[in-house]
């Protein structure tokens, strides 16, 4: 995260991650919210790749989150991320905010387990989790901005 830090020092905007997973802030363990369970499962219904997972819609309404993103942003972390080995991508698409800002959204899985919800964008300001309905592949996005 520090060569975040150092880019903005220099006016280049750069994603959040840089390739590089977000670092955990430990929170009090609490159940994931109604908006935020149906994020998970707009950008899981509408932008899967790769591997698939057991995970179901009551799976996803049961997740608790366990920490956030050290940069500020809202990703989310989930029950099992301690203990996650060999994380996939399970959806990789975009969303948009309120006022317009593009957000990029990645699902990682480990097993059968969702185990982080990664946001991203291209400014200064920590990626916020956009609205449900917002949520697109990348080829969709791309549709509507032609």
Known sequence: MALVGAL????????????????????????????EAA???ALLT??????????????????????KCSCGCESLFFS????????FRLADGLGYTEDGEE????????GSRIVNLELYNYSENPARLPPPDSICPFEEARRTRE
Request: glycine share 10%; charged share 15%; hydrophobic share 45%.
């Open 8 to 35: 903005r020092t220099f006016g280049a905007p750069a994603p959040l991650t840089l390739g590089v997973r977000p670092l955990m802030l430990p929170v009090t363990p609490r159940p994931i919210a109604p908006i």
């Open 39 to 41: 994020a998970v499962s």
């Open 46 to 67: 509408r932008a899967p790749i790769g591997q698939s997972c057991e995970a179901s819609s009551h799976d996803i309404g049961s997740l608790t989150i366990v920490g």
């Open 80 to 87: 099992g991320i301690a203990e996650a080995k060999d994380q």
């Open 103 to 110: 957000i990029g959204m990645i699902l990682w899985a480990s």
